[in-house]
């Protein structure tokens, strides 16, 4: 019994290291994956706090290496957001020392963190393009960041702006410059200025929204280091250098979908999910201090049933009308060269009516002139044409048709929703409508044939015509739409004039 006793109390005495050792080990993994989320929110202190404390608790060999090496890292990661390079750069060396085969935590891969890292020197800033520009080398945090640039073409400009995208964020927003005496200047908001690596380009647009000037690109950007205090903030020419900005400018960031956040009133959606800004419950409006971008090219494909007009006339069998041409139920001209001939009084009676005629299935290419402004061509095959050859007609059942068309709104083109359209077109194409006629037969010999036959009575008008029309379109996104509307064309000249009315529906693509 004394030898049992003995040997529990020898396994619990080694037991209690290695539970406590793997308790570190779970504590310090978990306080890993808690910082990732404290990052996201922009809450540096409290993941460094909670990364240290777990450091601590796993002491010289509570945990494993590489744990404890990514301990440091993600420490020094925190330091570096918080203005204490120097730290950072320590823990980040603490953490190569510890494992040498450590990389950055690919949650926290930007380019800043990628340099301290690595020890690398940041990219060259770009060439300045169309402008005189030179990048300030430094910028404070939460501090108006001053842009100045000269055009170096000769082309007027009507506006310019700078890109930019503030340190953690994925997309480019947009900041106005104003024209100031040989050049343009203005700010980067304060609440974008935040400690990172913050990139920007410059854009200068015609009188017509046309971009004919530029420096940078979005994947060749200007670079400015953001850090807590700088030496000398940058100022624009002639002016005192901006000052911090007071915690009322900056709690409410009108942040884009995506854009990290801590409180709704920081979010232009006023919803701030899992620390992330959530899409707007209406479509957001573009910014309205610059030229929009709108796609400048549209191809799609379109579909439209006629309704046309049949008048009342009688015998209109009986060769030749102006209007009416009959055929038989399987597409020959009647009636017949030699046969059968027409019981006068009996050659058919068209009802006046509405009857569905062709069907038209087109391809369409337009230009966006202006984000109104649409001009463009469509070609197509025209479905339940006339087969006969008496009445004169284009031949082939084609449409070709020129059109423009005027989209309402405020530069509709340029974003998403719900607008009203109106068009002018004109062409040629097949416009065939018909209705079932019975007429009354006698024999060469001059017989009457007892009863009735049904033959085809066709309408053929055009086939030059003129259109106008209109209706709604809905543009899903800046490169697909949809319109559906009603088309009202004159068909007129060799055979007939008619007015033909026809729903349409179109899908478009732009680029």
């Known amino acids: 019994m004394r030898r049992f006793v003995l040997l529990v109390l020898a396994a619990l005495l080694f037991a209690s290291p290695a539970l406590a050792d793997r308790r570190a080990e779970k504590v310090a993994k978990d306080a890993l994956k808690k910082a990732e989320d404290d990052y996201l929110v922009t809450a540096f202190d409290k993941a460094l706090r909670r990364l240290q404390v777990a450091e601590r608790g796993c002491g010289e060999t509570g945990c494993t290496a590489e744990t404890h090496a990514a301990l440091a890292r993600d420490i020094g990661v925190m ?117 990172g690596q913050l990139a920007y380009y410059i854009q200068g647009f015609d009188k017509n929204g046309e971009l004919v000037a530029s420096a ?53 959606s006023n919803t701030c999910t899992n620390g992330r800004c959530s899409a707007p419950s209406q479509p957001d409006q573009p910014d309205e201090t610059g030229p929009r971008e709108w796609a400048r090219f549209w191809v799609g494909i379109a579909g439209s049933i006629d309704f046309m007009t049949m008048p009342s006339k009688s015998e209109v069998c009986i060769a030749p009308q102006a209007q009416y041409f ?104 097949r416009f065939d409508g018909n209705q079932a006629v019975n007429v009354g037969e006698k024999t060469p010999d001059g017989r009457v044939i007892p009863g009735d036959r049904a033959v085809q009575a066709w309408l053929v008008a055009g086939p030059a015509f003129a259109s106008i029309g209109g209706g709604a379109r809905y543009q899903f996104s800046p490169r697909v739409a949809a319109q559906a509307g009603l088309v009202l064309t004159a068909a007129a000249f060799p055979s007939a004039f008619d007015i033909v009315a026809a729903p349409e529906m179109q899908l478009q693509y732009g680029f």
């Open 79 to 195: 330091q570096l957001r918080l203005g204490q390079r120097e730290a950072a750069l320590a823990s980040f060396r603490r953490a190569k020392k510890l494992d040498p085969s450590i990389a950055l935590n690919p949650s926290y891969d930007q380019a800043d963190l990628r340099e301290a890292w690595t020890g690398s020197a940041p990219a060259a800033q770009p060439a300045g393009g169309d402008f005189v520009h030179t990048p300030p080398p430094e910028a404070q945090a939460v501090t108006p960041l001053a842009i100045y640039v000269e055009p170096s073409i000769e082309e007027p400009l009507s506006s310019v702006v700078v890109r930019y995208k503030a340190p953690g964020t994925s997309s480019f927003r947009r900041a106005p410059l104003k024209a100031a005496g040989k050049g343009w200047a203005g700010y980067i908001p304060c609440a974008d200025v935040t400690l």
């Open 216 to 268: 940078g690109a979005p994947s060749t950007p200007f670079v400015v280091v953001v850090k807590d205090t700088v030496a000398s903030v940058p100022a624009l020419p002639g002016q005192n250098a901006p000052n911090r900005c007071g915690e009322e400018e900056t709690e409410k960031l009108d942040l884009l979908e995506g854009d990290r956040c801590q409180e709704d009133r920081q979010c232009k």
């Open 326 to 429: 009959c055929t038989t139920p399987g597409g020959d001209d009647y009636p017949p060269a030699s046969g059968n001939q027409l019981v006068p009084g009996r050659a058919g009676a068209a009802q006046g009516e509405i009857v569905p005629g062709g069907g038209h299935v087109l391809l369409t290419f337009d230009w966006a002139a202006t984000p109104n402004v649409l001009v463009g061509a469509r070609f197509g095959y025209v479905f339940n044409a006339y087969p006969g050859t008496t009445a004169k007609t284009l031949g082939a059942p084609v449409h070709v048709e020129v059109r423009g068309t005027y989209v309402f709104g405020d530069e509709p083109l340029t974003k998403t929703g719900l607008a009203a359209y109106a068009f002018f077109g004109a062409g040629v194409a």
